[in-house]
T-cell receptor
Framework: GAVVSQHPSRVICKSGTSVKIECRSL??????MFWYRQFPKKSLMLMAT?????????EQGVEKDKFLINHASLTLSTLTVTSAHPEDSSFYIC???????????FGQGTRLTVV | GENVEQHPSTLSVQEGDSAVIKCTYS??????FPWYKQELGKRPQLIID?????GEKKDQRIAVTLNKTAKHFSLHITETQPEDSAVYFC????????????FGAGTRLFVKA
């Protein structure tokens, strides 16, 4: 149980285009989903916390218009990187928390390369 | 804001030796402390966790200790094996803080055969 699927696992896009990353909880309802960004050999930096049916809470320094987060259902959250630039290239990873759990479970991550 | 510091950043041990990774946290409201192991390009995997009402927890070769007064917690791996080589992250989470998890910077563990 507690499987989180993230799609796509890898994506290459051109500068100026937008990319959508999906995070799905497959066997539980995720009250809360979290989006992280991880640079090579660095830690996971929390970008935003997403609660179903409400607006995401962004961490300081994260542009909400740049990184659009939608949590339309209890099993799906999406992160859209808008007008992508090469500096947006990174490993993006989500985690999802069941309503009754303290622990959150990670997706497999998405490696975004903007060329 | 909340902060988790982790040391060392790199740790190299001989197979069979013990490895210790230490973390401190700043948010007094933190009450849940998971540890993750991450291999290159993979998702973090929870290896052990401890809650604030417990001082120590052990699972086979892995143990975690928590000193809530000092806001310190540590991961101990005994009888290390080459397959233990990975990056380890400590984290702190506050239930009252919306369950968001703040991660330490990570420790790259090398276990030499």
């Amino acid at each position: 149980g507690a499987v989180v699927s993230q799609h796509p696992s890898r994506v290459i896009c051109k500068s100026g285009t937008s990319v959508k990353i999906e995070c799905r909880s497959l066997d539980f309802q995720a009250t809360t989903m979290f989006w992280y960004r991880q640079f090579p050999k660095k830690s996971l930096m929390l970008m935003a916390t997403s609660n179903e049916g409400s607006k995401a809470t962004y961490e300081q320094g994260v542009e909400k218009d740049k990184f659009l987060i939608n949590h339309a259902s209890l099993t799906l959250s999406t992160l859209t990187v808008t007008s992508a630039h090469p500096e947006d290239s990174s490993f993006y990873i989500c985690s999802a928390r069941p309503g009754t759990s303290t622990e959150a479970f990670f997706g497999q991550g998405t490696r975004l390369t903007v060329v | 804001g909340e902060n988790v510091e982790q040391h060392p950043s790199t740790l190299s041990v001989q197979e069979g030796d013990s490895a210790v990774i230490k973390c401190t946290y700043s948010d007094s409201a933190s009450n849940y402390f998971p540890w993750y192991k991450q291999e290159l390009g993979k998702r973090p995997q929870l290896i052990i966790d401890i809650r604030s009402n417990v001082g120590e927890k052990k699972d086979q070769r892995i143990a975690v200790t928590l000193n809530k007064t000092a806001k310190h917690f540590s991961l101990h791996i005994t009888e290390t094996q080459p397959e233990d080589s990975a990056v380890y992250f400590c984290a702190a989470k506050s239930v009252s803080g919306g369950f968001k998890t703040i991660f330490g910077a990570g420790t790259r563990l090398f276990v030499k055969a």
